[in-house]
């Protein structure tokens, strides 16, 4: 028997059907994609790996969960005031942003685009590093602010393991990138180091993050419910608001903290195993071939046509079926991540316990996908405990703007503790 709940989540989960004028084809389809439809018992399964792979990475045993502690125990007071830089690197194009506050608001923002070319992503990480510091001095100078001690929060999108606030050591470059002898380095210090050759300017290097962080600091200026933050675009990885008490990692001096962010890095959710039994031959083959997908088809937004000039890049002259074929696979698909997103993220909301959650949200796949935010809404209701208020609000520029007021909260619990 399927109690209410469950039966809820059941009709709530299910796709619209296919329809083709050949029965025998369509079921071919069904089939083929079947492993791809969860159940409702199966994502009650799902959560209760990733609540275990939770709990395990927070207490520091094996897990596929790495549950990182990015060292920013609080969020903005409303204190920060006057000017503050980011240095966002993830590409091979990289952004200086200055951003002005006032009473812990954004009230003026600068950018500037910078790039870096092929010479400077392999071989020695020191050009590398000396380019990213003359951008910042460029970028410091126009501005006439040479002379401004200004701090800076770094945005570094390779993976790393976070010793402090201020002490990012790179794991592996990802992308492009290969300058091995940056390899196990503080990419902090790689910064300080290239800025004081130069000695042009008053940077003071204060924070690493990555853009999920941002996201979370930057959603909480827009609402200050924000206690997670979500990216959700060519890859997806969230981070949350924790009980500094259940927090076991923690390498610098403790000073009363009630809470501090937890980046989950949950792109590696399953990588040991435990989601195996979710796992089918597309999803197998895609790993293999690191294969991304960013057309989506709908039939809520453009219909048939968007069906019809995607397929015809590839040389496919569609006819009706092949069109609801192409839709329905699309829709499966979606659908699905939709489910695995509000699955982790009912559990965030359950484990913060708080009267209202807000989400906050930034990525491609959530800012252009026209039903995934509809879905994500109604699964997440039904997926954490009965009651509980939540809101999903998109908040742009984690990584740039993110990064500067993750920079002024440094800068303020620095003066606090001198």
Known sequence: ??????????????????ILSDDVRRQKIENRVAKMRLSAATARKIQDVFISEMNKGIHQQPSSLQMENTYIPELLDGTEEGLYLALDLG?????????????????????????????????????????????VSDFVISQGLQDVELPLGFTFSF??????????????????????????????????????????????????????????????????NTAV?????????????????????WETERHGEREVIIDIEWGAFGDNGVLDFIKTDFDRENDANSLIVNSFTDSLDGGDSNTKEILAKFGIIPDEDDIR??????????????????????????????????????????????????????????????????????????????????????????????
């Open 1 to 18: 028997m399927v109690v209410p709940a469950e039966h809820a989540l059941h009709e709530a989960i299910q796709v619209s059907p296919l």
């Open 91 to 135: 590409g091979t194009n990289f952004r200086v942003v200055l951003l002005e506050l006032a009473h812990g608001a954004p009230i003026r923002e600068e950018v500037k685009r910078y790039y870096i070319g092929s010479e400077l992503r392999v071989g020695s990480a020191i050009p590398l590093f000396d380019h990213l510091a003359e951008s």
């Open 159 to 224: 993976p790393m393991i976070q010793h402090s606030l201020d002490v990012g050591v790179l794991v592996t470059w990802t992308k492009t990138f290969n300058c091995p002898d940056a390899v196990n380095k503080d990419a902090v210090r790689l910064l300080r180091e290239a800025l004081d050759r130069r000695g042009d300017t008053k940077v003071k290097v204060l924070a690493v993050l990555n853009d999920t962080t941002g996201t979370l600091v930057q959603g909480s200026t827009l609402d200050h």
């Open 229 to 249: 933050g979500l990216i959700l675009g060519t890859g997806s990885n969230a981070c949350y608001l924790e009980r500094a008490d259940r927090v076991e990692h």
């Open 325 to 418: 074929i192409v839709q329905y696979v699309c829709e499966v698909a979606s659908n699905r991540a939709a489910l695995l997103v509000s699955i982790c993220l009912a559990s965030l909301i359950d484990r913060i316990d708080k009267e209202q959650v807000t989400i906050a949200v930034d990525g491609s796949l959530y800012k252009h996908h026209p039903r995934l935010e509809g879905w994500m809404k109604q699964y997440i209701s039904l997926l954490c405990t009965p009651g509980r208020k939540f809101k999903l609000i998109h908040a742009e520029d984690g990584s740039g703007k993110g990064a500067a007021l993750v920079s002024a909260i440094a800068h303020r619990l620095k003066k606090r503790l001198q």
